[in-house]
């Protein structure tokens, strides 16, 4: 059999995806058809070939038997203590869609489509509410705030988020030492030497990020301009002229940080694509079988 060219996921912007695996214990998959439903290993085999998780084992740590996420590089499977040769992975890829890429991304679900066996593809319902809360809690679990570097590293995931582009890792290849806001910024920011200059909307949005971010966070409310209560980010935003920015009416600090978060929102990402590649546990689950025919 000819083997198919690989498919490169690499026009898609790099800000706009997110890589999950996910492990799968194929003693405990071919027990649940040949112990529990006394098939045989043939029928185990047909039907295991066109088993694909759900979103839900990927996302959360609600996977259940016998999908499991790796994190600790498990030698032993949780459920059946079964030696790591019975694991296959599944690789999920995660794209936050947006129009400035769309068309790289239908091409490449074309091309993906061609290939139905190996790779699942799923449009999951989202709000873009939902799709924006789901980055803030990966940015979340992706940072570490036991020093300042995660103040950076959010602004930056943001500015990246913003303007979804692969040339983010060669124009920021010096690093960012500095957010610096910037009025005379032309676009919205400008890169020179280790600083990064932005607008007034964008530092807002920034800021907005960071105190979104650390509000769950034991000293909460923490941005680039300090740790700042409600009042105080109400007050840094209209002084940096955030709220004249973005066309808010700032009277009422409640209202106006209401549509701030709507803005950030509105502007992001309004679809989810997932593409679950199913090679590795394609051709695991064809040499298990093999060996299990072979006894
Ligand atoms: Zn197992």
């Known amino acids: 059999m000819m083997k198919k060219p690989e498919i490169s996921f690499d026009s898609i912007p790099s800000s706009a995806v997110s890589k999950i695996s996910l492990k799968i214990c194929l003693k405990c998959a071919f027990d649940v058809f ?17 088993h694909v998780p759900e979103e839900v084992d990927f996302t959360s740590a609600a996977a259940s038997r016998p999908h499991f996420l790796d994190e600790s590089r498990l030698d032993h499977c949780p459920y059946c203590s079964g030696s790591k040769r ?3 992975e599944f690789h999920a890829v995660r794209i936050d869609a947006n129009p400035s890429f769309e068309k790289e991304r239908k091409k490449l679900w074309t091309q993906l ?5 190996r790779f699942a593809l799923w449009k999951p319902a989202r709000t873009q509410m ?25 602004a930056v995931s943001h500015i990246k988020r913003s303007e ?3 040339h983010w890792d060669m124009i920021l290849s010096s690093g960012v030492r500095r957010i610096q806001l910037s009025r005379p910024v ?45 009042q105080e980010l109400h007050r840094r935003l209209r ?57």
């Open 164 to 166: 979804p582009s692969n």
């Open 130 to 154: 939902q799709i924006f809360s789901e980055w803030l809690e990966r940015l979340n679990r992706s940072l570490t705030f036991q020093n300042d570097q995660w103040l950076l590293d959010a």
């Open 86 to 88: 019975w694991f296959a």
């Open 186 to 230: 032309e676009g919205s920011w400008r890169y020179e030497d280790g600083w990064l200059y932005v607008s007034p909307a964008l530092y807002g949005d920034v800021i907005m990020v960071q105190h979104l971010l650390s509000r769950s966070h034991q000293h909460g409310g923490r941005t680039l301009e300090g740790r700042l209560t409600f």
């Open 239 to 295: 002084r940096i002229g955030y709220f004249e920015a973005k066309d808010i009416d700032p009277s009422d600090p409640y209202e106006a940080f209401e549509q701030a978060v709507a803005g950030l929102v509105d502007s992001g990402p309004s679809a989810v694509y997932y593409a679950v590649d199913r090679q590795d546990y394609l051709d695991k689950l064809k040499s298990v079988y093999e060996k299990k025919r072979e006894k």
């Open 34 to 50: 040949t112990k529990q439903l006394k098939l045989t290993t043939r029928t185990a085999y047909s039907e295991l070939k066109k």
């Open 113 to 117: 489509k061609k290939q139905p066996d």
